[in-house]
């Protein structure tokens, strides 16, 4: 007796799992094949436009991928599909279009946790922590046991101000997951704010991995390790190398240590600081320098110190080489707290390109006005923190009329907006276009009486060369600054102006306009009687 061909519906039934199976095995061509003979027989099958839109985000094709969920999401709306569009719109960076894309989502499904998670990542990348905050309490509602959920609310109550709470919420995590990389880099940060470098900087070691990244979340993997791989090398993690004689004595070991740089300029020139004492146990330190540091830290540090070798960053060859050592472990490997960070001043402009621009400065009026360098921006305007961080040009308008300094512009910036105009830059003398790199910067900055910057790379320099820096500090900012503290272990020079509450930089300038006009009394009586 001969079985029953299946009806059309069954049929297409069929062809969908049969697609399906073939997708989640990785599979993609066979995938799309199946998934086109379903749309054959059912133009409308709303599951495999959905399928479909799944199988091009497999392929990085993200403009298909979004035609695909979009058509899936006006044939039959699911929930699903929602949480999708978000991963799709995430992975575009376009973070807007993801957060109306979850709250869209969440009209049709209030209690999907993939929404309400997608929302509040998109609340936070948005600068609304208070937000964001009450979207993970009511995402842990729904499933109190939600790890990453835990581990991004431990972040956002940290960009609250609430350091007791945020290690709370991410020690919980860690006790649900100890291999949890997301929540222990994100307790390293909270802990280190707080001073607790002992306990902190292991945590920290999990750098390379952060939950409050959208890119991360949206691929649902983490970044890797920030040991570079490539190298090959073993990592050295503190351990002491020294051999002993055969009298006895101790001599230094003939092991050679590569150092790789790790996220921005201003955490190379921080931590730049441990490279000399390496050499206590090691013969040579090299270090994979990005190249607009390059000339700088030649003379600053290889002058000095010939046995630090600054390399090309690039496919470095490592074969003359024992150990490598991320940059950002060094304080973990010397079990720095923050009564022993090595805070001398280690960093100095070359002195023909200090006096080239001293002669620059000789030639203009008023030679005794006191010299002010200013940063107002970030230089990179797709770092989320950098609205934050950041001020606007007509921000700081007010502090650059005051005529008791000489002011000088430190910045540079890819963001047309964050620019001084002809009215804000009136008083603001800028000659950045003629400087190439942080060598230039710091000859710029040794003739300079204060440098007044937000948290951004030329802060970190100016006080690595013992200038005095007044940071204008974002509320509950880097953990590097601490918390309710004006001054820094890190850098002697240094004198912290923090916002009282997020976003208040009107109150920081205010109490930096006073402390000018304290500082340099006589010079701003000179120009208010030449006014």
Not at 41 to 60: E, I, K, N, R
Not at 171 to 176: S, Y
Request: proline content about 6%; some cysteine.
């Amino acid at each position: 007796m001969s079985s029953q061909p299946p009806s059309p519906s069954e049929a297409i039934a069929i062809c969908f799992s049969e697609a399906e199976t073939a997708r989640r095995a990785g599979d993609i061509e066979q995938a799309r094949r199946g998934f086109d003979r379903v749309l054959a027989q059912h133009p409308v099958h709303a599951g495999a436009m959905h399928a479909l839109g799944l199988v091009a985000l497999m392929s990085d094709q993200l403009e298909s991928a979004q035609q695909w969920v979009v058509r899936a999401i006006a044939t039959q709306a699911e929930a699903a599909f929602y949480g999708t569009l978000c991963v799709i719109q995430i992975k575009q960076r376009a973070y807007a279009n993801a957060l109306q894309t979850a709250q869209r989502g969440l009209v049709l499904a209030p209690d999907s946790t993939v929404l309400h998670y997608y929302q509040a990542l998109m609340l936070h990348m948005h600068g609304r922590p208070d937000e964001a905050a009450h979207a993970y309490f009511r995402l842990l509602e729904l499933q109190p046991d939600h790890s990453q959920a835990l581990a991004n609310l431990g972040a956002v109550l940290n960009d609250l101000g609430s350091l007791s709470e945020a290690e709370r919420y991410l020690r919980q995590v860690i006790d649900i997951e100890p291999s949890n990389r997301g929540a222990r880099a994100n307790l390293g940060r909270v802990l280190l704010a707080a001073g607790n470098y002992e306990e902190g900087w292991p945590y920290f070691e999990d750098r390379g991995a952060n939950f409050v990244d959208a890119d991360a979340d949206a691929d649902a993997h983490e970044r890797p390790s920030p040991v570079n791989p490539r190298l090959r090398l073993p990592e050295w993690r503190g351990e002491r190398l020294n051999t002993a004689t055969r009298g006895g004595s101790a001599s230094s070991s003939k092991k050679r240590l590569l150092v790789t740089p790790e996220q921005g300029y201003g955490d190379s020139l921080q931590f730049v600081r441990y490279l000399p004492l390496l050499l206590e146990q090691f013969s040579q330190v090299g270090y994979l320098c990005p190249q607009p540091l390059r000339r700088l830290y030649d003379e600053s540090l290889s002058m000095r110190w010939p046995g630090l070798v600054m390399l090309d960053d690039a496919d470095p060859d490592v074969s003359d080489w024992d150990y490598q050592c991320p940059l950002m472990s060094l304080p973990m490997a010397f079990g720095t707290r923050t009564d022993t960070i090595p805070a001398s001043t280690y960093l100095q402009a070359d002195a023909a390109r200090s006096a080239s621009w001293r002669t620059r400065f000789d030639s203009l009026p008023d030679p005794e006005l006191p010299r002010v360098g200013m940063v107002w921006a970030g230089g990179h305007s797709a770092l989320t923190e950098n609205t934050t961080r950041s001020l606007m040009p007509t921000q700081i308008a007010p502090l650059l009329a005051l005529h008791c300094v000489r002011w000088i512009s430190l910045q540079k910036t890819e963001d047309d907006t964050r620019r001084a105009d002809a009215n804000t830059g009136t008083r603001l003398i800028d000659w950045m276009d003629d400087v190439t790199d942080f060598a230039d910067t710091a000859a710029l900055i040794d003739n300079l009486d204060l440098v007044i910057a937000v948290d951004t790379a030329v802060a970190h320099l100016a006080a690595a060369m013992g200038k005095p820096v007044w940071l204008l500090n974002r509320f509950a900012g880097c953990w590097r600054w601490l918390r309710d503290r004006d001054d820094s272990p890190w850098y002697p020079s240094v004198r912290i102006f923090t916002q009282p509450q997020r976003g208040d930089w009107n109150d920081v300038l205010s109490r930096v306009a006073v402390a000018l006009q304290k500082q340099y009394p006589l010079y701003g009586a000179k120009a208010a009687r030449t006014v």
